[in-house]
Structures are given as structure tokens and as C-alpha cells.
């Protein structure tokens, strides 16, 4: 067995966006919701069978079907609708927790939602280069969601 130290920067991950949105608070939190859950899809637009539940202690997963899946996280705060925060591996299924935040707040012409992501632990190179990217494209479909509702 070899064991091998790293620095600190190696072991962590820090992912910060701030998404403005032209739609009432309410609208967008449910949006989110929508999008982390029922609506959730790979970077190929194949959806990933998510399943969110919106409590503390909820948990965030894909449901495969007949008790398959994987585990992603537990809904460590709510206040709906100002907050989503989520802590775990995410999709990531080696050493590593995660804290995901999701803070709305009401804005002139709509909400602004600031998003932080911060990992600690054995992140692959693939998931640290891909995460920006994807977590930039989830909350342009929360946006598109809300404001599209919005419009309804």
C-alpha cells in the first residue's frame, strides 16, 4: 500500500454563480425544486430520474427502479423559499462530502439566486474540471423554468 499526501488545494473544490432571474421568488424556488427533482437531466438532456425531498433531512437521489439508485445528498436547511442547502457525495461515489447552497433573495425585476458548491475530499480531475459547466447549465434551466412559469 502507498500512501501519498496532498495539499489542501488538491482536496478542495470551490464552485460559486450567482443566477438572475426575471421571475417572483416563490416562482423560482419552485423552479429549483423542479429542476434538482422530476425535471433533473445529464449533460445530454437524458433524464437522471432525481427525486428530492423537500425537508430537512430530506434526501436528494436517483431512483432507478426497484430499489436501485444512488445517493446523493440530505437536505441540510430549507426555508422555503429563500434557502436550499445540501449536504454529501453528490455524484461523486468515492471520499468526498459536499455542501451545496442554493440563497434566493428578492431583486429589482425578479430574484437572484447565489449558488455555492464546496467539496472536500478525493475529487476526481473529470468531475472538477465538468462541475462549473454543469452546475452553470442547472441554473440556467432554473432560470428558464421560472421565468417561462412566470409568463403563464
Keep these: 500500500m502507498i500512501a501519498t499526501a496532498q495539499s489542501i488545494e488538491d482536496l478542495t473544490l470551490n464552485i460559486t454563480e450567482e443566477i438572475h432571474v426575471k421571475a417572483p421568488i416563490a416562482v423560482t424556488f419552485a423552479a429549483l ?33 426497484d430499489g436501485n439508485g444512488h445517493f446523493w445528498g440530505v437536505v441540510q436547511a430549507i426555508k422555503k423559499p ?36 464546496q467539496a472536500f475530499g478525493q475529487i476526481d480531475q473529470g468531475y472538477r474540471e465538468g462541475m462549473p459547466k ?18 403563464k
Design 33 to 65: 425544486l423542479e429542476e434538482l427533482g422530476p425535471a433533473f437531466q445529464n449533460m445530454e438532456g437524458q433524464s437522471m430520474m432525481a427525486k428530492i425531498e423537500p425537508w430537512p433531512g430530506g434526501r436528494w437521489y436517483r431512483d432507478l427502479g
Design 82 to 117: 429563500t434557502l436550499l442547502e445540501i449536504t454529501g457525495p453528490l455524484m461523486m461515489s468515492y471520499a468526498v462530502v459536499s455542501n451545496v447552497q442554493y440563497r434566493l433573495s428578492e431583486e429589482a425585476g425578479g430574484t437572484l439566486i447565489k449558488f455555492h458548491h
Design 134 to 151: 454543469g452546475w452553470r447549465t442547472i441554473g440556467e434551466r432554473i432560470r428558464t423554468r421560472a421565468e417561462a412559469a412566470d409568463k
